[in-house]
């Protein structure tokens, strides 16, 4: 039987069966490899010279373009799971976890209607009802995974802002000229991110030395600011320093106000998960919604946000989408992730996370936090040790950020540039006060104490 040029790309035929080969050898290769190299980006005229055009009319065939990735591309880019990629947020998902991942794929399931993916959205919403509950939120809580914790945000704050237009206007209150968002001035950069794409301000609120937000500082920005607050945002686990906001004290200033109650945990709410740490969240419970990334910290892969709702109906009241051809899936009560966010096409991108759980139970992942809690701690005692090093700050959770005595900012690029190039480790420079810092964020489990002090010792000689 021969097969038309068109029906070539969908048809079960030998070239199918090789490419599908191909692609799941590589991927088997990847997933199970022990020493895939740490890697680094190349610049764009670089990356050009090497691959070449690979976009043309004719097609350079799936062996050649698999082969540009392996040799060009995929090098190219920075091996997040790296045990020693120790910037920004590591990334570590199980093995368990990016494997599911392909299915997600090859099963084409969309996640985005009960109608259309009722098994997958089961599934995801056992994740979420269980993660709910280790907050501490009541049952009925749920919600929907999303791409990030900036769209989680986002779509938290949509939903605070709904919920306060609704209040105001029952009580024949009027609008006020401008919304406001209360959080600290450590907040992540995706609240004020939000607050542009809403057109709403944000208010700043100060912390003390320790960087925690604290109550009494939030309630004399509700009494000055009023009405015009929709949401407090409090941060379980700053992004540069794993500062967890007093939350308790927080939702205690809240409490009565009407004001929405918003918890970006996007980094650090899986450490409640852990034995270690779990105290430090006291008052989480009381969130009108919350963020927490399986992407960062629960080991997932890209890209997975678990948005929840105290009261899912309020998140459902912004964000569902109504046109015509979606009448079907609005008029019933179904159950439709689409409803819960700003988004409507999705992935059941929550799956990969429910499949690792189910496959090695919940203990495990808190006995994973809780090493990389550890293994900071420790680490953190070694900084303190070394008079060339100053420890700006004790970690709370996974993240420790220290100094290096004498460096200037350009000490720090060149070191970070040359562990890099030597394959070493991925340490990017970061700040505090203005002050240029090292940062190490721990949250893979193969990330060894002897790692971190082989980083450490190559910042002790004088010279740089
Ligand atoms: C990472 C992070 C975000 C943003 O999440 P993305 O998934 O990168 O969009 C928001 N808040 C905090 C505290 C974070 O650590």
Request: aromatic share 8%; net charge negative.
């Amino acid at each position: 039987m021969t097969t038309s040029p068109v029906a070539r790309m969908h048809a079960i035929t030998d070239e199918t069966r090789t490419i599908v080969d191909m692609v799941l050898d590589y991927s088997r290769a990847r997933l199970v490899s022990e020493d895939t190299p740490l890697d680094k980006p190349l610049a764009a005229a670089e990356l050009s010279r090497l691959a070449g055009r690979t976009i043309d009319e004719d097609g350079i065939g799936a062996r050649k373009a698999l082969g540009i990735f392996e040799h060009v591309l995929a090098p190219a880019c920075i091996t997040t799971d790296d045990p020693r990629y120790l910037s920004f947020i590591p990334s570590a998902p199980t093995k368990a976890a990016a494997a599911f991942d392909l299915v997600v794929s090859a099963s084409a399931l969309y996640g985005g209607s009960w109608l259309e993916g009722a098994g997958a959205v089961h599934a995801e919403n056992e994740v979420l009802r269980w993660l709910a509950a280790e907050f501490g939120l009541p049952n009925g809580a749920g919600g929907v995974f999303v791409q990030g914790g900036t769209l989680g945000n986002l779509s938290a704050l949509v939903a605070a802002r709904e919920a306060a237009r609704a209040r105001l206007q029952e009580a024949g209150a009027t609008r006020p000229d401008r919304w406001k968002i209360v959080c600290s001035v450590e907040a992540h950069s995706s609240i004020a991110s939000a607050a542009r794409v809403m057109d709403v301000d944000v208010v700043g609120v100060r912390v003390q030395d320790d960087g925690m937000l604290r109550g009494d500082a939030v309630r004399e920005a509700l009494d000055e600011h009023g009405d015009s607050v929709f949401a407090v945002v409090a941060t379980a686990g700053s992004t540069n320093f794993g500062i967890v906001d007093d939350i308790a004290s927080i939702a205690d200033a809240v409490a009565g106000t009407g004001v929405w109650l918003h918890v970006d945990g996007a980094y650090g709410l899986a450490a409640m998960l852990s034995p270690r740490t779990r105290d430090r969240f006291a008052g989480v419970e009381h969130a009108d919604s919350l963020v927490v990334d399986p992407h960062k910290w629960l080991f997932a892969p890209f890209d997975a946000c678990a948005l929840i709702y105290r009261d899912p109906e309020l998140g459902r009241r912004a964000h569902t989408q109504h046109a015509e051809y979606l009448d079907t899936l609005t008029e019933t009560s179904d159950w439709s992730p689409s409803d819960f966010a700003a988004h409507l096409t999705r992935r059941p991108r929550g799956l990969p996370l429910w499949f690792s759980l189910a496959t090695y139970g919940a203990a495990v992942y808190r006995e994973a936090i809780t090493a990389s809690i550890d293994l900071a701690q420790r680490i953190a005692d070694e900084i303190e040790r070394r008079p060339e090093l100053t420890l700006v700050r004790r970690p709370q959770l996974g993240v420790v950020v220290f100094e290096r005595v004498g460096w200037e900012k350009a000490d720090y690029t060149a070191w970070s540039t040359r562990l890099l190039d030597a394959q070493h480790a991925f340490v990017t420079p970061s700040s505090h006060a203005g002050r240029t810092n090292a940062r190490f964020a721990i949250l893979n489990p193969r990330t060894t104490y002897d790692d971190l002090v082989g980083i450490l010792d190559t910042m002790a000689g004088t010279a740089v």
